[in-house]
């Protein structure tokens, strides 16, 4: 009876870890979404707003030298500042991606741990090794 029990207690305490590996998960993930939400609807804005602004900027410039022989120019050099910033965010976007906090950290850090712990128990210890001694070594008589 004490090795059934010994076996359910066992199973109990790794539903247990799983349960609370799984909550952890849950937790970040609901976070993350949240975070994201937040993000995907300030860029929208952002974007829409930003638009306007280079848009009315654009036929401002446009109006202004219309009249003149620097009409050509002007345009072709709104196009390349347009240019040069629209590469420049694209940049500034993809380091972030690549050198950003990796979401769920929190849990693969916690199940790195769990798994380095399950190494540990598998590996005989010294201690356990040290009152024993190997077979044939005692001299006979």
Do not use: N
């Amino acid at each position: 009876m004490a090795l059934r029990q010994s076996v359910g207690d066992l199973a109990c305490t790794l539903l247990s870890i799983v349960r609370t590996r799984m909550e952890l998960f849950s937790l970040e993930a609901t976070e993350q979404k949240g975070r994201l939400v937040v993000l995907m609807g300030l860029t929208a804005a952002a974007l829409l707003f930003l638009t306007l602004a280079v848009l009315v900027f654009s036929i401002a410039v446009a109006v202004y030298f219309w009249p003149t022989d620097q009409r050509y120019m002007a345009l072709y050099i709104l196009a390349a500042c347009y240019l040069i910033l629209g590469i420049g965010f694209l940049l500034a976007v993809r380091s972030k991606l690549v050198h950003g906090a990796m979401p769920f950290a929190a849990t693969i850090d916690e199940l790195r741990r769990d798994l380095a712990l399950a190494e540990r128990l598998r590996e005989p210890s010294d201690s356990s090794r040290a009152g024993r001694e190997p077979l044939g070594a005692k001299e006979l008589p």
